[in-house]
C-alpha cells in the first residue's frame, strides 16, 4: 500500500518512539504554492489514486483522523501518492484516545469529529473532500471554519474561480456534507461514483449563503491537540494502528 513502512518502535521513559520509511517528494501543500491551483484532472487522479489507499487501511479498521495536504506526499522518483502521518490514527475498537480528546485538524476535521472526538470512516472522507477543496481553489478550509463555520460547505463553488460543472463536482458536494449519515460512507461509494460513465448522487442542495471578499491562503494550520498525554496517545495510536495494517502482508493493496 501507498503508506510508509514501519521499520521499528520502541519505549524510553513513558514514550513510544517509532521509526518510519522515510518518503522522498513533495506534499502537495507544496506543490500547490510551487505550481498554484489543482485542475480538475488531477483532482480526480489524487482522488482515483488515493481511494484505494482509504479503502485498505479502513478494511483493517483503522481512521487516519488527519488527512489534509501536508499529510499527502507525491514521491519523486515516480510520482506515486502516499498518506503519510499516521500519528493520530484511531482504531474504530476506541482502545487508543481517551475519550474527551480530540485530534484532527481545523478546517479539515468534520462536525462528529470536533464535537465529540467521534469519527468513523466517513470522517477521514471529509477530511479528503476539504483537501480536494483547498487544492482545487487555494483557499484554506480552516480561514472558511474560522469565518463561517461549516456553512462554507454548502456554496464552495464560490471559491473556484474556473467554471466546475463536472460530474466530480457532485462528488465533492456529497464527500463535504456536514451531516455525516448523508456523507460518503466508505471509499468503495465514492470510486464508485467518481468511475461511473455519468454519475447522479443524492446530496443536499447547496444553501444560499453571502460570499466572502479576497481570500487568503492561510500560513498557519493549527493542529487540534486537545487533552492529556497527546503525545503518547498519537504515538500509540500509530503502534498499534500500522503494525495492524502490515499484519496482512498477503491481503490485496491499492
Known sequence: PQ???????????GYLYLAQQFIEGEDLLKQLARQGQFSEVQIQQLLL???P???????????????KPENIMR????????????????????????????????????????????????????????????????????QLWAERGYSWVNDWRQYISKPF??????????????????????????????????????SPSPLPSASIGNQKQSKKKPAILIGTGVAVVAAIGLAI?????????HATTP
Open 3 to 13: 503508506i510508509p513502512t514501519l521499520l521499528a518502535y520502541f519505549q524510553d521513559s
Open 75 to 142: 514521491q519523486a522518483k515516480d510520482g506515486r501518492i502516499f498518506l503519510i502521518d499516521f500519528g493520530v490514527s484511531k482504531l474504530i475498537s476506541q482502545t487508543i484516545v481517551k475519550t474527551g480528546s480530540i485530534l484532527g485538524s481545523y478546517g479539515y476535521s468534520p462536525l462528529e469529529q470536533l464535537q465529540q472526538g467521534n469519527v468513523v470512516y466517513a470522517s477521514d472522507l471529509y477530511a479528503l473532500g476539504a483537501t480536494c477543496f483547498h487544492l482545487l481553489s487555494g483557499v484554506h478550509p480552516q
Open 241 to 249: 494502528g500500522i503494525p495492524r495494517i502490515l499484519a496482512h502482508p
Open 53 to 67: 489507499v482509504l479503502q485498505f487501511i479502513h478494511d483493517r479498521e483503522v481512521i487516519h483522523r488527519d488527512i
Open 49 to 51: 489514486e488515493l481511494l
Open 165 to 202: 460543472t463536472s460530474p466530480l463536482s457532485s462528488v465533492l458536494d456529497k464527500l463535504l456534507c456536514k451531516d455525516v449519515q448523508n456523507r460518503y460512507q466508505s471509499a468503495k461509494e465514492v470510486l464508485k461514483d467518481l468511475q461511473a460513465p455519468t454519475t447522479v448522487i443524492n
